[in-house]
T-cell receptor, first 113, second 116 residues
């Protein structure tokens, strides 16, 4: 039972444009969501998070949007840069981040120069 | 801040031997650490939750006698793969929660285990 889903396994975006990565979840108990960036053979790097009491959180080029009614969140990266090319995982947790993370399957983002 | 290290970064061992992997939070104390494994082109799968001073909580399907977890201090958790088999070959990653309340999990760089 995949409680966190990233339906796009890959995404290609031109440098300078906006990258939008999507994530859906099914468990209503999730109240904290995170995005991680991962390179092969490395641990995930934390990017940005959002609590269920918010619908938007912004940090530099990264913005995460949360639509609780649709159980959907998205990560916007603007402008996209070549160094953003990596696999992006969304993750969800209960108890405001103090519980175990459930990861999505990942989306490979490729930024085209 | 919020740096998590793992040692070793890669290890090769023979079938039947045991391997210990260390996970350290370098600049913060972590009462809770997590151990994940990742197979090629797949997502991270949680193996167990490690709590300082108490027994680890294992996810369904993970053999606790095979994957021994010890969280002896607020900055160190260890995972020992006992009697390793080739199917245990994988990428093992630990994480630690920074702070209490709303907490992001920070991950170590991972350990590549190859069992021959």
């Amino acid at each position: 039972d995949q409680q966190v889903k990233q339906n796009s396994p890959s995404l290609s975006v031109q440098e300078g444009r906006i990258s939008i990565l999507n994530c859906d979840y099914t468990n209503s108990m999730f109240d904290y969501f995170l995005w991680y960036k991962k390179y092969p053979a490395e641990g995930p790097t934390f990017l940005i998070s959002i609590s269920s009491i918010k619908d938007k959180n912004e940090d530099g080029r990264f913005t995460v949007f949360l639509n609780k009614s649709a159980k959907h969140l998205s990560l916007h990266i603007v402008p996209s840069q070549p160094g953003d090319s990596a696999v992006y995982f969304c993750a969800a947790s209960a108890n405001f981040g103090n519980e175990k993370l459930t990861f999505g399957t990942g989306t490979r983002l490729t930024i085209i120069p | 801040g919020a740096v998590v290290s793992q040692h070793p970064s890669w290890v090769i061992c023979k079938s039947g031997t045991s391997v210990k992997i260390e996970c350290r939070s370098l600049d913060f104390q972590a009462t809770t650490m997590f151990w994940y494994r990742q197979f090629p082109k797949q997502s991270l799968m949680l193996m167990a939750t490690s709590n300082e001073g108490s027994k680890a909580t294992y996810e369904q399907g993970v053999e606790k006698d095979k994957f021994l977890i010890n969280h002896a201090s607020l900055t160190l958790s260890t995972l020992t793969v006992t009697s390793a088999h080739p199917e245990d070959s994988s990428f093992y990653i630990c994480s630690a929660i920074l702070g209490t309340g709303v907490g992001e999990q920070y991950f170590g760089p991972g350990t590549r285990l190859t069992v021959t």
